[in-house]
């Protein structure tokens, strides 16, 4: 039985959309989103080469606007690889540009959230973290990691479950080797009665105030000792 000429037509139109989908995942705009934030941070490393066996703090924008970082930490050779916006695939995939330079004894990692909010499953979110962690382990198998958990934030509410099914499979896998530490500040930034406390965000109600930082920094400080 002969095709129909729709029948070929919509064949061709699926092929062309596939075509056209796969060129936009190959052009420059879209493999070098981070080349700005990166060649910042190259500029940096050769400017003042990173210590080595230190602290590396990465993720999104929450670690990329902890100012205080040095001072909240001045027994600890920290250093900040936070950029805004970014999710955990992002440090996935130029993982060598940011980890690899100052081959860290631990990394404080925090993302998630963007991943959320760009529709990405609780499930897709822990399979990022999980490649991550296998990076970390076949780069610097000796290399402790700590992750702080996805927080539920007001500008963000409408997605609290899936923050809640991410923070439990990511704790779950953390639980399973023992240079992973997971940090539940999810509960630590709410009331008890479940509500987000205004004095640790901003008024985007997305990012922290210095008393949200200053909470982190009591947290996470004997961990990084440890």
Known sequence: ?????????????????????????????????????????????????????????????????????AADFPAQPVLNRGFGGSQISDSVENFDKLVLPSKPRLVVFFAGSNDINAGLSAEQVAANFRALCAKLRKTLPDARLIYISIPLVESRWSQRAEVALANTYISAYCRSDPKLTYVDMTTRLLTPEGAVRPEYYQPDKLHMTPEGYALWTQVLRPLLTK
């Open 1 to 69: 039985m002969k095709t129909k000429p729709t029948h070929l037509l919509h064949a061709a139109l699926l092929l062309s959309a596939f075509s056209l989908q796969a060129f936009s995942l190959s052009t420059p705009a879209a493999t070098s989103r981070w080349q700005k934030e990166l060649a910042a941070f190259e500029a940096q490393d050769r400017a003042t080469p990173p210590a080595q066996g230190g602290v590396l703090f990465l993720g999104s924008s929450s670690i990329r606007l902890w100012k205080t970082l």
